[in-house]
């Protein structure tokens, strides 16, 4: 259904799975305007790790739905968090998951998602920043690697969608442990 979304600074995030700190509500400007923008939030699970199938009722309609759609993907999770992220903070709709992104070269560079927040198509690209075996230090060079990658990849990405899905700004969304 229908529903107005209050998207004033002092709004808090809307509730699901986790419990979500930080920034909300504040994307503005920041979806048109070809500077780029750094905001953060935090998703803290506590002691309750996300169980597929039993917590789904918790995550919102877009969540459930890439949940659905990449069953399998070694990344499923940290997309459906990122999504929950923006559709908790910034009132995002999903309009495709990344398989059903239409690109001039199949196979070229792809995003993760597609998004609609306040009516702006945005690309969504989802990495994580994250040390195996877990505890071990992420260094200063592993995350200028990993985001060296990751922004030269949303250019490419951006470059190769197709205008019936062209979005007008990419979001890089950094799924990290605990700091």
């Not at 809307?14 to 923008?37: H, R």
């Not at 739905?65 to 459906?80: E, H, K, T, Y």
């Not at 995002?92 to 597609?114: M, P």
Request: a negative charge; charged letters at 20%.
């Amino acid at each position: 259904g229908f529903f107005m979304l209050d998207r004033s600074p002092t709004s808090k995030p809307l509730p699901g799975f986790g419990v979500i700190t930080g920034t909300a509500f504040l994307l503005d400007v920041e979806l048109t305007n070809a500077s780029p923008y750094f905001f953060s939030n935090t998703l803290d699970f506590a002691d309750n790790p996300f169980d597929s199938g039993i917590d789904d009722p918790f995550l919102t309609v877009g969540g459930r739905s890439l949940l659905a759609s990449a069953a399998g993907c070694s990344s499923l999770l940290a997309q459906v968090f990122a999504f929950e992220v923006l559709a908790r903070t910034e009132g995002a709709t999903l309009l495709k998951s990344g398989a059903e992104i239409l690109y001039k070269d199949t196979g070229g560079k792809k995003t993760s998602f597609l998004v609609a927040i306040d009516g702006v198509k945005i690309g969504v690209s989802v990495t994580r920043a994250v040390t195996f075996p877990r505890g071990s230090a992420y260094t200063a060079q592993m995350a200028e690697t990993l985001l060296t990658a990751k922004l030269t990849d949303i250019v490419s990405s951006s470059a190769n969608v197709a205008a019936a899905d062209a979005w007008k700004k990419q979001i890089l969304h950094i799924i990290a442990d605990e700091q």
